[in-house]
């Protein structure tokens, strides 16, 4: 049977100021992206979504991005590469801590926003990013964009690797996506969007913002928690791929709690 993880971005709020409904985003869900404080995300947030996420089954993932609360983590920074690993660091070991508290652990690592579109070719922030990650746990899943530098990079020093495509954003024919305030770069309609994740899903290929098709493999698909609607739009998208016969499940199995691999921080 074909399967695939849907994932969202949560914990996306900051003290009193909420983006988005995570509870409800977390019954539609296989993994969560928690923002760990750095674009979005404060310690309170941080332990709710995971404690939610967790005694949901939903499988924890620390979306680490730039110190840029002020920008979201849209803005790209030009930033050292040991303080960006650094940075990388102390954010999965705060969410893993707090995750750890709930029963799991975090399951995989995410950059998010300008992080992610920047080390799809930026090789020095992918390998600081790489890094980081090895350096924690040289067992924990890289989730990117198929073919992007931190992908190749992780599967060098050999990380697992997590091919991740997007419900709700419009690609170039490149494979990038299309640069947000650009038209066309995120996709509203709910039918439209379902279609879309279905074809990529079981066929493997979506169409680009110049009406071409693209090949795309994903192992996860994304559908991001602050596109209007959002709660609605993975419904949507989860009731049409399971209407398809495609099985959603997380990319990662369960696993126990316990001590970290050999070789990662403890």
Same mark, same amino acid.
Request: with cysteine.
């Given at each position: 049977?074909?399967?695939?993880?849907?994932?969202?971005?949560?914990?996306?709020?900051?003290?009193?100021? *909420?983006? &988005?409904?995570?509870? &409800? @985003?977390?019954?539609?869900?296989?993994?969560?992206?928690?923002?760990?404080?750095?674009?979005?995300?404060?310690?309170?947030?941080?332990? *709710?979504?995971?404690?939610?996420?967790?005694?949901?089954?939903? +499988?924890?993932?620390?979306?680490?991005?730039?110190?840029?609360?002020? $920008?979201?983590?849209?803005?790209?920074?030009?930033?050292? /590469?040991?303080?960006?690993?650094?940075?990388?660091?102390?954010?999965?070991?705060?969410?893993?801590?707090?995750?750890?508290?709930?029963?799991?652990?975090?399951?995989?690592?995410?950059?998010?926003?300008?992080? =992610?579109?920047?080390?799809?070719?930026?090789? *020095?922030?992918?390998?600081?990013?790489?890094?980081?990650?090895?350096? =924690?746990? /040289?067992?924990?899943?890289?989730? $990117?964009?198929?073919?992007?530098?931190? @992908?190749? @990079?992780?599967?060098?020093?050999?990380?697992?690797?997590?091919?991740?495509?997007?419900?709700?954003?419009? =690609?170039?024919? !490149?494979?990038?996506?299309?640069?947000?305030?650009?038209?066309?770069?995120?996709?509203?309609?709910?039918?439209?969007?379902?279609?879309?994740?279905?074809?990529?899903? *079981?066929?493997?290929?979506?169409?680009?913002?110049?009406?071409? !098709?693209? +090949?795309?493999?994903?192992?996860?698909?994304?559908?991001?928690?602050? !596109? /209007?609607?959002?709660?609605? @739009?993975?419904?949507?998208?989860?009731?049409?791929?399971?209407?398809? $016969?495609?099985?959603?499940?997380?990319?990662?199995?369960?696993?126990?709690?316990?001590?970290? /691999?050999?070789?990662?921080?403890?």
């Amino acid at each position: 049977m074909t399967r695939i993880d849907l994932n969202a971005d949560l914990g996306e709020g900051f003290g009193r100021w *909420t983006l &988005a409904d995570d509870e &409800a @985003l977390l019954g539609l869900v296989t993994s969560a992206n928690v923002a760990c404080g750095f674009h979005a995300g404060d310690p309170t947030t941080m332990r *709710t979504v995971t404690r939610d996420a967790v005694a949901r089954g939903v +499988r924890v993932g620390a979306h680490v991005s730039y110190r840029d609360l002020a $920008g979201f983590g849209r803005r790209f920074m030009e930033v050292d /590469p040991v303080e960006l690993a650094d940075d990388v660091l102390y954010q999965l070991a705060a969410l893993d801590g707090l995750a750890r508290l709930a029963g799991d652990r975090v399951r995989y690592v995410k950059p998010h926003g300008a992080l =992610y579109n920047a080390i799809v070719h930026h090789e *020095t922030q992918a390998r600081a990013v790489v890094d980081a990650v090895r350096a =924690y746990d /040289p067992a924990l899943p890289v989730v $990117g964009l198929p073919g992007s530098a931190v @992908l190749r @990079l992780a599967e060098a020093v050999g990380l697992p690797t997590v091919r991740e495509a997007f419900a709700d954003r419009g =690609y170039l024919p !490149t494979g990038a996506l299309v640069p947000r305030g650009r038209p066309g770069a995120v996709v509203h309609d709910r039918e439209q969007v379902a279609r879309r994740v279905v074809e990529l899903v *079981t066929v493997g290929t979506v169409v680009a913002a110049d009406g071409s !098709t693209l +090949r795309v493999e994903a192992d996860s698909v994304c559908v991001h928690s602050d !596109t /209007p609607g959002a709660v609605e @739009l993975l419904g949507a998208v989860r009731a049409a791929l399971e209407g398809a $016969g495609v099985e959603v499940r997380p990319f990662v199995d369960a696993g126990p709690a316990g001590r970290p /691999p050999e070789g990662a921080v403890p």
